[in-house]
């Protein structure tokens, strides 16, 4: 069996955003208007303001600006609505990025349902699972959007497939499952209670890691010939997938890193410009 081919997330990504920013500087020019993306931080957690900084430089590079919005640690729940309400209502800001986790105190539900889903660009909100689950227009959530801009890049349609979704969580294993069913894949879901992970993989065309366990997925799970994709990250560019030995059975396979993460960002900054053009009537 010859060794997978790698889909190149960081290449992918970097034309998504030459293309954004092309479209980002016709909009600012017809409407003498910028796209405006805005990012609420709570707190400092040191990895979320990393996070927010890389978000904001890549807005720069593309030619939207952005409006940062630093919460202190100890604001409520209360407070983080009513700062997601402002912003939802300020015609100058057309998305909205709340970071997350935001601290145990803070409901983050309550939070994400204040950002008006016509700026929900990170596709957090009830209505934005709604409309990607059925299909209709609105904002996906921005890893799983990016995950199938990488599998429709490489060729791959889902359609008839066997999809295994490991992680189910609302911003990444779930609704990456609903896309994958959306382009009618049969979609099974794996997650920590699942009681034989490996028996489940191996009857995979289609495999998303989405959990945060290094190396959970073993090469000698991998069905020959499956397109392997690889969302997890643990410090050390370390995914979910034991890489060497899963390159020798997959015939796709992404990175990590350059796999899937330059894909969140750039999914991010298209789906600002999407915003944008729609609230600004271009
Ligand atoms: P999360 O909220 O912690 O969810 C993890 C999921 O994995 C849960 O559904 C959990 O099951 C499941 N799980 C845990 N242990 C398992 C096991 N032994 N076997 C099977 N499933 C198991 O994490 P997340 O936010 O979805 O993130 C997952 C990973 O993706 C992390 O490494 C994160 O860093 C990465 N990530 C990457 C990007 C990117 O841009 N590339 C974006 C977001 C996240 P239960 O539901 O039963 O608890």
Do not use: W
């Amino acid at each position: 069996m010859t060794q997978a081919r790698l889909m190149d997330g960081t290449a992918l990504a970097r034309r998504i955003v030459e293309e954004t920013a092309k479209r980002a500087a016709d909009l600012t020019e017809r409407t003498g208007s910028a796209p405006c993306l805005a990012t609420v931080l709570v707190g400092e957690d040191p990895a979320s303001v990393t996070y927010v900084r890389m978000k904001r430089n890549r807005c720069r590079t593309a030619g939207i600006t952005s409006r940062h919005v630093p919460l202190p640690a100890d604001t409520t729940t209360e407070q983080v609505v009513a700062t997601l309400r402002e912003l939802s209502a300020d015609p100058g800001v057309h998305g909205i990025l709340l970071q997350h986790p935001m601290g145990p105190h803070i409901d983050e539900r309550a939070a994400f349902e204040a950002i008006a889903p016509q700026k929900d660009v990170d596709g957090v909100t009830f209505a934005s699972f709604a409309t990607m689950s059925f299909g209709l227009p609105g904002f996906v959530s921005c890893t799983p959007g990016g995950i199938m801009r990488l599998l429709d890049e490489y060729g791959v349609d889902p359609a008839g497939r066997r999809a295994v979704v490991v992680g189910r969580s609302a911003i990444l294993g779930k609704p990456a499952g609903m896309l994958l069913l959306a382009r009618d894949a049969t979609v099974t879901y794996c997650h920590s209670r699942t009681t034989d992970l490996s028996a489940a993989v191996r009857e995979a065309d289609i495999v998303v890691a989405a959990v945060g366990r290094p190396r959970l997925i073993r090469g000698q799970d991998v069905k020959p010939g499956a397109v392997v994709i690889d969302a997890g990250y643990s410090p050390g560019n370390v995914g979910d997938v034991d890489f060497d030995s899963a390159v020798e059975r997959a015939s796709l396979i992404t990175p990590v890193p350059g796999g899937v993460g330059p894909m969140t960002i750039a999914t991010l900054l298209e789906q600002t410009v999407d915003a944008a053009a729609r609230q600004l009537g271009v």
